[in-house]
């Protein structure tokens, strides 16, 4: 019997992700298995049967707009026939309410050509210590590349304190959204210093029709030798109990040569040990 592109692609992919499987900390194993699971789902149901199971009414995806999930599966959209895909990098913060998975996947309608990308999920966990989707987006690419190994730290809850008043979680959250929009200040400066300046070192990065780019000097490398400009908004921030993870989205216009585009971006902060807030994670898709 002769396998269809799709499906030696797929049989690739599912060989790769067994050997990723191995025994993972007890911590950030949880976000990861919730991952996996919503994943295994979609192989086995369907990709609706896969989202519907990691939303709540207060989840929100981008499609490239952003919807509130739950309103946008119930509307029964017009969603890919096969969606595959398996978690290459998460964070979760010490508070274990707040995590980030992202990763490679492949989706496709019956009929038509496979499709490539990146997904991103930021998710936050329920009274019942049940994972789900805070926000998720995509962006696409060709999908030329092997996913790079599985990247993960297994946070050590100790030396900090849950901080739950509304006023203190106020004030945490100004504090990301005064650093972005210094961050996008910089930007309509100088590119290359602002992100030179506010990126992690391992920073991942997410750009439409680009394999993911790992590593603060390849991201400005690609910036530079593709001469793109970025400008950005921010419109809203989130950040875990614990303190030390955060997110960030906004609008972004972004000068490509000699075209300008519209985008959207989410960025995942991260404090680092020299208490500076650095992006370990960038997706920037079209609005």
Do not use: H
Not at 267 to 278: E, G, P
């Amino acid at each position: 019997m002769r396998l269809s592109l799709f499906s030696t692609s797929c049989l690739a992919f599912a060989l790769m992700t067994s050997v990723s499987k191995a025994q993972l900390p007890d911590k950030i194993g949880g976000l990861i298995s919730a991952d996996r699971n919503a994943a295994a789902i979609s192989k086995q149901q369907s990709p609706y049967d896969a989202l519907s199971s990691i939303i709540d009414k207060e989840s929100v995806f981008y499609v490239p707009s952003a919807v509130n999930a739950l309103n946008y599966l119930n509307n029964r959209p017009n969603i890919s026939d096969v969606m595959i895909w398996e978690p290459n990098f998460a964070l979760l913060a010490k508070s274990q309410e707040f995590g980030v998975t992202s990763g490679k996947i492949q989706f496709q309608k019956v009929g038509a050509v496979q499709r490539n990308g990146q997904y991103i999920i930021i998710w936050k966990r329920n009274k019942k210590g049940d994972w789900k989707v805070d926000l998720r987006a995509e962006v696409e690419n060709y999908g030329k590349n092997e996913p790079k190994e599985l990247f993960y730290v297994e946070p050590d809850d100790s030396g900090y304190q849950m901080q739950r008043s509304k006023a203190r979680l106020q004030q945490r959250e100004e504090i990301i959204m005064s650093t972005d929009e210094l961050f996008s200040k910089v930007l309509m400066a100088d590119n290359q210093a602002a992100y030179k300046e506010f990126l992690d070192d391992d920073v991942r990065f997410y750009f439409p029709w680009q394999e993911e780019i790992s590593g603060k000097n390849n991201v400005l490398n690609f910036l530079k030798k593709q001469r793109i400009d970025i400008v950005t908004t921010p419109v809203k921030v989130g950040r875990a109990y614990s303190g030390e993870l955060a997110y960030s989205l906004g609008t972004a216009v972004v000068y490509d040569k000699d075209k300008e585009v519209k985008f959207n971006y989410i960025r995942v902060w991260k404090l680092s040990s020299d208490y500076q807030w650095r992006v370990a994670l960038e997706m920037l898709f079209e609005r």
